[in-house]
C-alpha cells in the first residue's frame, strides 16, 4: 500500500519555514552532533520547543502513517514533533488506539535517538502503556548497547513514579548503576530524586546500598534536593 505523505510534507515545510538558522546553530552544539559525540549526525532547523507544540495542536488530525514520516526526518524538531503528536493521541485515545502507538514506538525507537526526544516521549508513551502491564520490555530496554534505549527504559519509569509506584524505577535503577555514559547517570539521578520527592524513604533505602558506587554525577542529581549537611555526608561517603 502507497503512503500519501503530503500531510507529512506539508508539517514539514511549514516547521522549516520557521526554523532560525542562528538557533539551529546553537542547538547543534547544544545536543552535542559533532563527529563522536553522542547526538553525532543529528540535524536542526532551530525551533523552540513550545512553537512545535503548538503546531502538533494545529495539526491534530495527522494520520499515524504521516506522523511516523516525519519521525523518520532528519531534522531533530521534526522527530519532536512526531513524538509529541503520538503522545498526545496516546494520552486521548481508546485501549486500541494506546495499543498501536505503543507498539509504533517500539518499531521504530531508532528515530527516538536523543535525550530530548526520548525525554518527551519514554513516560507519556512506553511507561504509560507498561503501567500495569508485563515489563519485561523495559529490562530489556535497561541492558541494551544503545545508550537512547537504556534511556527509555530509565525515563519511561518516571510515569510509574509519579503513580507512586517505584519498584520498577528501582531496579531499573539498579541495572543502570554501572553505566558508563553521562547522559544514563543524569537519568538515573534524576528519576531517583523524583521519587525522593513522594518518598525519602524509598529514596535514601536505594542510597545506603548503592551511593558509594554510584557515578559522581548520578549521586548528585540523585541527592541535589537534600540539605546541604546532608548531601556533603554523601559525597564524602560518611552516611
Known amino acids: 500500500m502507497t503512503i500519501d505523505r503530503t500531510p507529512a510534507k506539508q508539517v514539514s515545510k511549514l516547521l522549516r ?3 532560525d538558522a542562528d538557533a539551529a546553530e546553537r542547538a547543534q552544539r547544544f545536543f552535542k ?4 559525540e553522542y547526538g553525532e549526525r543529528d540535524k536542526f532547523i532551530g525551533l523552540s520547543v513550545p512553537v512545535i507544540r ?27 514533533f512526531a513524538l509529541l503528536s503520538l503522545s498526545n493521541r496516546f494520552t486521548s485515545g481508546d485501549e486500541e488506539l494506546q495499543k498501536t502507538i505503543y507498539e509504533l514506538f517500539l518499531q521504530h525507537r531508532q528515530h ?15 511507561g504509560a502503556y507498561l503501567h500495569g502491564r508485563d515489563k519485561a520490555i523495559l529490562y530489556e530496554l535497561a541492558v541494551s548497547s544503545i545508550i537512547w534505549e537504556r534511556r527509555i527504559a530509565m525515563i519511561a519509569a518516571f510515569y510509574f513514579i509519579r503513580a507512586n509506584d517505584f519498584s520498577d524505577a ?22 531517583l530524586r523524583e521519587i525522593g520527592k513522594r ?25 541535589e534536593k537534600f540539605p546541604e549537611h546532608e548531601r556533603l555526608a554523601y559525597l564524602a561517603g560518611e552516611i
Open 112 to 126: 527516538v535517538n536523543n535525550w530530548n526526544l526520548v525525554d518527551s516521549s519514554a513516560a507519556p508513551i512506553v
Open 33 to 36: 552532533t559533532a563527529k563522536g
Open 199 to 223: 518518598d525519602t524513604d524509598a529514596e535514601k533505602k536505594f542510597l545506603k546500598k548503592h551511593y558509594r558506587k554510584m557515578p559522581r554525577t548520578m549521586l548528585r542529581y540523585a541527592i
Open 170 to 191: 528501582l531496579k531499573t535503577a539498579a541495572l543502570l548503576r554501572d553505566d558508563t555514559h553521562d547522559l544514563i547517570h543524569k537519568a538515573v539521578g534524576w528519576m
Open 54 to 80: 503548538a503546531h502538533v495542536k494545529q495539526f491534530s488530525e495527522l494520520p499515524l502513517d504521516d506522523i511516523i514520516v516525519l519521525l523518520q526526518s532528519p531534522f531533530n524538531e521534526e522527530r519532536v
Open 17 to 19: 519555514s520557521l526554523g
